[in-house]
């Protein structure tokens, strides 16, 4: 089975249709949805109408620091987080509010870990940006995979069996093959704002038989989404930080 982790939407509605239909055209067989829907991004009520559809058809959904602010505190966010929250929560009927709630912090299937910032600890949103940001991860789960996002950058992490913790590269596109010998780490990075140096929305794709991941990067129209972000009165650094993927 093809799996398809996405993660960090942040309300960009036309970063997830794009990569939707890129992953509707790789014979994906599950979808995982890791964490943070909502903030940042002008169609909030959308991508959260179209997650709930996915899980409808059998994804996997984890909550994110955003979405769990939305019926919680955002006092722990910088100031452009809290006004995008502030922003988002009258835009969310309280259905989709409370479903955002009610989403688990973590799940796990088989071999493999889903949490959206770590599985040290997973409600604290610990950011995974080092090698030793990782091991702690690895101390805490004993899953062959673990899969998550809140950084907005894609990384992968390996674990040998004397523990010791190794940071690999990222290559768009390139298969790499995950040894059964190692434990590893998956960072999928973001579909709605990454920030990374590439505009483009990043996700990741990892087949089940052949143990092999992808990093993926998929083209949409940022600056349509840039200029809905202004027209709605967010905050400019968020239009900005769509077109410079910074």
């Known amino acids: 089975m093809r799996i398809a982790l996405i993660s960090d939407i942040h309300g960009n509605r036309e970063a997830l249709e794009a990569v939707l239909a890129d992953a509707r055209a790789r014979d994906i067989g599950r979808f995982v949805?890791?964490?943070?829907?909502?903030?940042?991004?002008?169609?909030?009520?959308?991508?959260?109408?179209?997650?709930?559809?996915?899980q409808a058809e059998g994804a996997l959904v984890i909550q994110g620091n955003h979405d769990a602010a939305i019926e919680g505190s955002a006092r722990d966010m910088n100031g452009t987080a809290r006004a995008a929250i502030d922003w988002t929560r009258p835009r969310l009927s309280a259905a989709?509010?409370?479903?955002?709630?009610?989403?688990p912090l973590t799940i796990a299937e088989e071999d493999r870990f889903y949490a959206h910032a770590s599985a040290h600890?997973?409600?604290?949103?610990?950011?995974?940006?080092?090698?030793?940001?990782?091991m702690?991860?690895?101390?805490?789960?004993?899953?062959?995979?673990?899969?998550?996002?809140?950084?907005?950058?894609?990384a992968?992490?390996?674990?040998?069996?004397?523990?010791?913790?190794?940071?690999?590269?990222?290559?768009?596109?390139?298969?790499?093959?995950?040894?059964?010998?190692?434990?590893?780490?998956?960072v999928a990075g973001s579909v709605g704002?990454?920030?990374?140096?590439?505009?483009?929305?990043?996700?990741?794709?990892?087949?089940?038989?052949?143990?092999?991941?992808?990093?993926?990067?998929?083209?949409?129209?940022?600056?349509?989404?840039a200029g809905k972000i202004q027209a709605a009165g967010l905050p400019?650094?968020?239009a900005l930080r769509l077109r410079t993927g910074r």
């Open 156 to 186: 992968l992490y390996s674990c040998d069996r004397g523990g010791r913790v190794q940071a690999h590269a990222v290559k768009p596109r390139m298969p790499v093959p995950l040894l059964s010998s190692r434990r590893w780490l998956v």
């Open 193 to 225: 704002q990454p920030r990374d140096g590439s505009p483009q929305a990043g996700w990741v794709i990892f087949d089940t038989r052949s143990r092999e991941l992808s990093f993926r990067r998929t083209p949409y129209d940022y600056v349509l989404t």
């Open 121 to 134: 600890c997973p409600g604290d949103w610990i950011y995974i940006t080092s090698e030793r940001g990782a």
């Open 33 to 54: 949805v890791l964490g943070d829907i909502v903030g940042y991004g002008p169609d909030p009520d959308w991508c959260v109408a179209r997650v709930q559809a996915l």
């Open 136 to 154: 702690a991860s690895f101390r805490s789960c004993d899953a062959s995979l673990t899969f998550c996002g809140h950084v907005h950058e894609p």
């Open 236 to 238: 400019e650094d968020l």
């Open 96 to 103: 989709r509010s409370a479903w955002l709630s009610a989403l």
